[in-house]
């Protein structure tokens, strides 16, 4: 209860502290047609966003037909602010949250952060100082967050129950977005990579995880791709496509998936912003075969 009463309260903060008055000139653009991933706040400014996504599946790769409902939430907090005058270098932080449920509990149970033993686990997971740069100055709207992420997890596996990466993270993501004529379409992309290292895993005899991480000694390459239409500056909706790519480096463990989806975005005041997106994993091997809910909000000021 003092989890839910502590998340609740920020909510309602995050949301008061910008206000719901609707501000924005459609005719000068708004933050999500303008303020892409690529693009770096300035000196003074803030980026915050606070950004939820439920993963469920009853399928996977490991198996015929359907299994058990596995449910993964993770919620992250980055906040950023831009140093220098030329909008060309941000520093920040990033904290992840994590409540996982499995052997067929309701995908909702997650919000429930019970730790019943052997179905439910949950807790901070990760923390990461990051830099977002433009590397040419010529070129403004491509850009590369740089992010180091530090486990806060005691386990990755407890009581059969995965709750996140016991190991270290270098996460690189290039972004890169051009808007076409007439402020009507934009595509965006971005390439994430993750350098994953640390202990190799070590199992106890019920299949825990000791020390270590199964994803340790690998590489993580997720290009994607969003196509975005705006009927106006302030309402955008969404198509994406994402494949992912786990690339052996010493774990004797590789994985791939595809995921497609869609979404919408809403300026809710000149600084505030909500998004909604769905995906669905169309494909992979050694992977689960699930589907994605997100929701968030995003505040520059």
């Known amino acids: 209860m003092k989890t839910k009463k502590i998340i609740a309260t920020a909510i309602t903060l995050f ?24 693009k770096l706040i300035g000196k003074g400014q803030y980026d915050i966003k606070w950004f939820n996504n439920l993963y469920t599946q009853t399928e996977s790769t490991f198996s015929d037909g359907t299994e058990p409902r596995q449910t993964f939430f993770t919620s992250t907090i980055e906040g950023y602010t831009g140093v220098g005058n030329n909008k060309r270098w941000n520093v920040g932080v990033i904290l992840e949250f994590r409540s996982n449920v499995v052997v067929d509990r309701g995908a909702l149970e997650v919000f429930e952060f019970d730790g019943e033993r052997g179905t439910a686990r949950s807790g901070f997971t990760s923390i990461a100082p990051s830099i977002k740069f433009v590397p040419f100055g010529s070129i403004n709207n491509f850009s590369i967050q740089s992010s180091f992420f530090i486990p806060l997890a005691s386990s990755e596996t407890e009581q059969g129950v995965f709750l996140d990466q016991d190991g270290f993270i270098w996460q690189n993501r290039f972004f890169y977005d051009y808007t076409f004529p007439g402020n009507k379409f934009q595509i965006f992309g971005e390439l994430n990579s993750e350098l994953n290292f640390g202990d190799e895993a070590v199992f106890g005899e019920n299949g825990d995880t000791i020390e270590g991480s199964f994803a340790n000694n690998s590489l993580r390459l997720t290009p994607g ?77």
């Open 15 to 38: 949301v008061l502290t910008i206000g719901f008055t609707q501000e924005e000139d459609d005719n000068q653009g708004s933050v999500i047609q303008t303020l892409t991933p690529s």
């Open 225 to 301: 791709v969003f196509f975005s239409y705006f009927p106006s500056a302030t309402f955008t909706v969404l198509a994406l496509a994402q494949h992912s790519q786990l690339i052996d480096l010493g774990n004797e463990f590789e994985q791939d998936f595809t995921a497609l989806g869609g979404g919408a975005k809403y300026q809710l005041t000149k600084e505030l912003n909500i998004e909604a997106l769905y995906t669905n994993f169309v494909r992979g091997n050694d992977t689960g075969l699930g589907e994605t809910f997100n929701i968030g909000l995003r505040a520059v000021f």
